[in-house]
């Protein structure tokens, strides 16, 4: 079956560097997204990683291993408004998009 | 550009009422979906239109939940009847549908509560 793994819930001071990890077992391999959700709202797009390696925008980093199935999520400088569940979806060999369940991430003053 | 528009953005019914949701995606994009998010949970796909046909609709319930997309645009989300376990998100999303640009828009969501 297909399947993404992520920390349920990660807790970081304001300020800091919190990396969120997500690993991911799926037929097929088409590109990796990270989407954050504040409560109460809908998914918003963060990032998309297909090949290897880091994309940086700003204050959030992802990066990308598809050998080790295995993607992070780095935000840094945290705010307290980045306190919200951040998700993991890869798109398999099919193009469909499998979501992971969040990571739901407290920022603490 | 106008994002993705659903209503109504909260629902309250009774155990096997009926209830439908809109959705208008954004201007040009082919592809629409229509997730079901419960609390603490990630988005599940319940369908996946490309223009009007439909791509995807093996975890839609089929004896309850339908949906449609007539003329390739807006669409509905009907549950008839709903069931308590049916209190949920309900989201819609859009995307381009061209597969190198397949980041899809989620709409506010619609909140159903089934008492």
């Known amino acids: 079956g297909q399947n993404i793994d992520q920390p349920t819930e990660m807790t970081a001071t304001e300020g800091a560097i919190v990396q969120i990890n997500c690993t991911y077992q799926?037929?097929?391999?088409?590109?990796l997204f990270w989407y954050q959700q504040h409560a109460g709202e809908a998914p918003t797009f963060l990032s998309y990683n297909v090949l290897d390696g880091l994309e940086e925008k700003g204050r959030f980093s992802s990066f990308l291993s598809r050998s080790k199935g295995y993607s992070y999520l780095l935000l840094k400088e945290l705010q307290m408004k980045d306190s919200a569940s951040y998700l993991c979806?890869?798109?398999?060999?099919?193009?469909?998009?499998?979501w992971g369940a969040g990571t739901k991430l407290i920022i603490k003053p | 550009e106008a994002g993705v528009a659903q209503s109504p953005r909260y629902k309250i019914i009774e155990k096997r009422q009926s209830v439908a949701f809109w959705c208008n995606p954004i201007s040009g994009h082919a592809t629409l979906y229509w997730y079901q998010q419960i609390l603490g949970q990630g988005p599940k796909l319940l369908i996946q239109f490309q223009n009007n046909g439909v791509v995807d609709d093996s975890q839609l319930p089929k004896d309850r939940f339908s949906a449609e997309r007539l003329k390739g645009v807006d669409s509905t989300l009907k549950i008839q009847p709903a069931k308590l376990e049916d209190s949920a998100v309900y989201l819609c999303?859009?995307?381009?549908?061209?597969?190198?640009?397949?980041?899809?828009?989620f709409g506010p969501g619609t909140r159903l509560l089934v008492l």
């Open positions: 979806a890869v798109r398999d060999g099919n193009y469909q998009l499998i």
């Open positions: 999303a859009s995307s381009p549908g061209r597969q190198d640009q397949e980041t899809q828009y």
């Open positions: 799926t037929s097929g391999f088409n590109g």
